[in-house]
């Protein structure tokens, strides 16, 4: 109950039969209220978030899942390649990378190494993220010559800051080479404990928080595909009369005619997504590469690896066919990025 103070309120004058004057009283007369009582502001906003965020689980746990099978990939038509090859991806680590990034340590003073041995399935980029690192930190750190040089078994050297390596050369001084990168002259020196401040010709310098130049960046990640096989292409990218129905449909790949049980070989490294049978493109093997790229060989007469498998670029993979929808030996070769169809000439050399 809340009390409000007593008021004062003033009477009009009273005649009195027993004096001549006129005297005005003025009596306080406390009042006091009942206030009604109020819900706090803090518990109407709680109801609100509570409502509101049952609300909005119910209507994303009930919405479609994202379609990812554990069973094998299903193709069911040319037209729908693009659509499953997405189905099938893996999704990225990102509960790796919220991990990583969201527990970093402060910003070291002192550079400190340790190493770590690639694994199957591992990219720049993953690993970038579960150190919390840039990629163009271990690009430089490892001399790392493009996205095929990360390779299961090999070690990385892992900084404990981001930077890149720099080689003293002549003429180079520590203000100079500050400069170049735009680096604090305190953190350089910390970082490579030159408490003297020398410097020799060809001595390697860690350069905290510097970046590789973008174009060393894209040379990195150009993208390098070699032929599957050799021959004359029977039918392009692109639109054309499906030799089956006579109607004008999308060729989401390249056929390129070869005789019968020619040696198919992988256009990138990277691993086997999946492998088997389908109604339209027969025999087929399905590799996933890095930057979100796969390939597809259809049509195969015999499948030489297995689901899982990691291959290098250029090693044999199966054996040209005639199974599936086919109207004589050839090669069904697709490339795509993040589920969409690229024109492979684009990309082989």
Same mark, same amino acid.
């Given at each position: 109950m809340v009390s409000i103070a007593p008021t004062e309120k003033t009477l009009p004058s009273i005649d009195s039969p027993h004096k001549s004057n006129t005297i005005i009283r003025r009596l306080k007369i406390p009042v006091r209220l009942k206030a009604v009582p109020r819900i706090p502001y803090f518990a109407v906003i709680l109801v609100a978030v509570v409502f509101f965020g049952f609300a909005g689980t119910k209507m994303f746990t009930g919405a479609s899942n994202f379609p990812v099978s554990s069973e094998k990939l299903i193709l069911p038509d040319e037209d729908s390649v693009q659509a499953a090859l997405l189905a099938y991806l893996e999704p990225d680590d990102g509960a790796d990378a919220e991990a990583a990034v969201g527990n970093l340590p402060p910003v070291p003073v002192s550079l400190k190494m340790s190493t770590y041995t690639v694994r199957t399935g591992d990219t720049i980029d993953r690993i970038a993220k579960r150190f919390g690192l840039r990629q163009d930190t271990l690009v430089s750190m490892n001399n790392l010559q493009g996205p095929q040089s990360v390779k299961p078994g090999?070690? !990385?050297? +892992? *900084? @404990?800051?981001?930077?890149? &390596?720099?080689?003293?050369?002549?003429?180079? #001084?520590?203000?100079?080479?500050?400069?170049?990168?735009?680096?604090?002259?305190?953190?350089?020196?910390?970082?490579?404990?030159?408490?003297?401040?020398?410097?020799?010709?060809?001595?390697? !310098?860690? +350069? *905290? @928080?510097?970046?590789?130049? &973008?174009?060393?960046?894209?040379?990195?990640? #150009?993208?390098?595909?070699?032929?599957?096989?050799?021959?004359?292409?029977?039918?392009?990218?692109?639109?054309?009369?499906?030799?089956?129905?006579?109607?004008?449909?999308?060729?989401?790949? !390249?056929? +390129?005619?070869?005789?019968?049980?020619?040696?198919?070989?992988?256009?990138?490294?990277?691993?086997?997504?999946?492998?088997?049978?389908?109604?339209?493109?027969?025999?087929?093997?399905?590799?996933?590469?890095?930057?979100?790229?796969?390939?597809?060989?259809?049509?195969?007469?015999?499948?030489?690896v297995r689901e899982g498998q990691s291959v290098d670029q250029g090693a044999v993979i199966g054996n040209s066919g005639n199974t599936g929808e086919s109207t004589g030996p050839h090669l069904h070769f697709s490339i795509f990025q993040n589920g969409k169809a690229l024109d492979p000439r684009k990309f082989l050399k």
């Open positions: 090999i070690q !990385l050297r +892992i *900084p @404990n800051m981001d930077g890149i &390596s720099h080689k003293v050369r002549k003429g180079d #001084s520590l203000l100079s080479i500050a400069k170049t990168y735009g680096a604090d002259m305190t953190r350089l020196v910390d970082a490579n404990n030159l408490e003297d401040g020398t410097i020799t010709v060809g001595q390697s !310098l860690f +350069i *905290p @928080n510097a970046r590789l130049a &973008s174009a060393t960046m894209q040379n990195f990640y #150009s993208v390098n595909f070699v032929w599957p096989v050799r021959g004359p292409i029977s039918s392009p990218f692109g639109y054309r009369s499906n030799p089956f129905t006579g109607l004008r449909t999308y060729h989401s790949a !390249l056929d +390129i005619a070869i005789p019968l049980g020619t040696k198919v070989k992988a256009t990138r490294a990277g691993t086997v997504a999946d492998t088997g049978y389908n109604s339209v493109f027969g025999n087929y093997i399905i590799l996933k590469h890095s930057n979100g790229y796969q390939s597809l060989y259809g049509h195969l007469s015999t499948i030489g």
